[in-house]
């Protein structure tokens, strides 16, 4: 039912980097001419205009994981807070206002919203979910809410996590009265597999081993489902049921930020993630600053205006 928003762009990471080591390194590769990235338009509806976001923690998060992700949540939309200092996750965000037809809509700069909260620290359907049980759990927090975003915590096991993605995103329209609607899963990879789910603010399982970064908000692994998550809204937002823009089979698109794996900041090859900001005090890495203080490391989108990957430093 769900489709892969994140189903590695690891994945693809991995590729460039063999193909890397086979062509003797990035200075090499360089006199390759890529052709232009190209995200096709499939003629479907995208998300736009006024947004409600619903929420679904699925076993135990602290508060502060709750504020760190929330934060960034209600950084999305400008704000005399959220754009006091840039760059902001609102100007990232913005972004996504390029893509037609919400751009030629007009209305695509709309507000978003926090909906219902709902906690199930009880663990209803047990600690080892399969794919399946991620719309089930969606469906508890549609109401009238446009995305519907799942968190599952750390000591939750979901089919194909780790194994093949740190989140997806899907659609439902079997809910009788409630309207077509989007979700998005993402899973807390603290004790499975922060090398994969948690780089660049863990050392890679695969590739170059280089140090990793300090986490903004510091939690390694929640630092790490905010970047997943923001893939993941931005391939909601663009391709939210299946005919939006994407690259490739309908089954595993590239989408808005998977398209562009590993790249944080100007100058990023694979194993890098580009040239951040750091903060003089933590001494942590991030570009896109968010309410309440926050900061964030944010993907790179594609651009629809240039055909290419673009970031916020």
């Excluded at 969606?138 to 975003?149: E, M, P, R, Y």
């Amino acid at each position: 039912m769900g489709r892969s928003g994140h189903e590695f762009g690891l994945r693809a990471l991995v590729l460039v980097i063999l193909v890397q080591a086979c062509m003797g390194g990035r200075r090499l590769t360089a006199l390759v001419q890529q052709p232009p990235l190209v995200l096709n338009y499939h003629n479907g509806a995208l998300l736009k205009g006024d947004l409600t976001i619903s929420l679904v923690w699925y076993g135990k998060f602290s508060p502060s994981q709750h504020a760190i992700i929330t934060d960034f949540l209600q950084s999305l939309v400008p704000t005399s807070k959220a754009t006091a200092l840039a760059p902001s996750v609102s100007s990232w965000w913005g972004t996504l206002h390029k893509y037609t037809p919400a751009a030629k809509a007009g209305d695509a700069k709309g507000v978003v919203q926090l909906g219902t909260q709902i906690m199930d620290e009880a663990y209803s359907m047990g600690r080892s979910l399969e794919r399946a049980a991620i719309p089930k759990l969606a469906a508890k927090g549609s109401g009238t809410a446009n995305i519907v975003l799942v968190f599952t915590a750390a000591d939750v096991t979901v089919e194909g996590f780790c194994m093949s993605s740190c989140g997806f995103h899907g659609s439902d329209v079997s809910q009788v009265g409630k309207g077509k609607y989007a979700y998005i899963w993402v899973g807390n990879s603290e004790t499975q597999c922060p090398g994969q789910c948690a780089w660049p603010f863990h050392q890679p399982i695969f590739g170059p081993q280089t140090p990793p970064l300090i986490a903004p908000n510091g939690d390694v692994a929640v630092d790490g489902m905010v970047i997943n998550l923001a893939s993941l809204l931005a391939g909601t937002a663009t391709n939210p049921f299946g005919d939006g823009y994407y690259q490739g089979p309908a089954s595993a698109p590239l989408e808005a930020a998977s398209a562009c794996p590993g790249i944080y900041g100007k100058g990023a090859y694979p194993g890098y993630a580009g040239d951040l900001l750091v903060d003089k005090v933590s001494g942590a890495s991030y570009n896109a600053n968010g309410v309440n203080g926050r900061k964030y490391v944010l993907p790179a989108l594609w651009d629809p205006q240039t055909n290419s990957c673009s970031t916020l430093v």
